[in-house]
């Protein structure tokens, strides 16, 4: 079986609580993604997520339960913003 995937555009703040980013755009590929990413302002830092369609990824602490993260996606950083 295929999975399908869509390829989502965050900016990351330096908070280190969860989630410390939000979303500014999804697309079909990647391509399309890094377009987008190469194009934004230089004073954010941005994560790009390839995030699978009718699946959850959602991390859960295994003795407290609480949801802490995401699993099984692929991620890339990229820091333009002034290194906070």
């Not at 965050?10 to 190469?38: C, D, W």
Request: no cysteine; hydrophobic share 35%.
């Amino acid at each position: 079986m295929t999975k399908d995937y869509v390829w989502g555009i965050f900016v990351a703040n330096s908070s280190s609580h969860f989630p410390n980013f939000f979303p500014i755009g999804m697309y079909t590929t990647r391509e399309l993604a890094m377009k987008q990413i190469k194009a934004l302002p230089r004073e954010h830092h941005y994560q790009l997520l390839q995030m699978p369609l009718n699946n959850s990824f959602a991390y859960y602490h295994k003795k407290s339960g609480e949801l802490v993260g995401m699993d099984a996606i692929h991620h890339e950083h990229f820091h333009f913003g002034d290194g906070s």
